[in-house]
Nanobody
Framework: QVQLGESGGGLVQAGGSLRLSCAAS????????WGWFRQTPGTEREFVAA????????YYDDSVKGRFTISRDNAKNMVYLQMDNLKPEDTAVYYC???????????????????WGQGTQVTISS
């Protein structure tokens, strides 16, 4: 079992930046792909970005493409989400997740991810 923990959320003005981090409790025995999702009250959790085990494949939702960058440091068991040019509609709880079944690929589907963090709140003021 791998536990994930997000950090780096907060309150920023529109146009600002935040960097979210996700730490794994231990180095996984197998390779993992990673994803970031977000959720607002009363809505379903939605895909934001994903990265393969090697980091060679990344994928973004159209709403964040060109503004967000996902990266990983396997030696540190960390994954990051750099968020620039933030907009009020980016306000949400952000979750990181790990997919152990297809580490060489990326998935946008929640059901493909095996482990989840507890989430970190991101609030963008206009």
């Amino acid at each position: 079992q791998v536990q994930l923990g997000e950090s780096g959320g907060g309150l920023v003005q529109a146009g600002g930046s935040l960097r979210l981090s996700c730490a794994a409790s231990r180095r996984p025995a197998t390779s993992y792909a990673w994803g970031w999702f977000r959720q607002t009250p009363g809505t379903e959790r939605e895909f934001v970005a994903a990265i393969s085990w090697s980091g060679g494949i990344t994928y973004y939702d159209d709403s964040v493409k060109g503004r967000f960058t996902i990266s990983r440091d396997n030696a540190k068991n960390m994954v990051y989400l750099q968020m620039d040019n933030l907009k009020p509609e980016d306000t949400a709880v952000y979750y990181c997740a790990a997919d152990r079944a297809t580490p060489a690929a990326v998935s946008t589907r929640m059901g493909d991810y095996d482990f989840w963090g507890q989430g970190t709140q991101v609030t963008i003021s206009s």
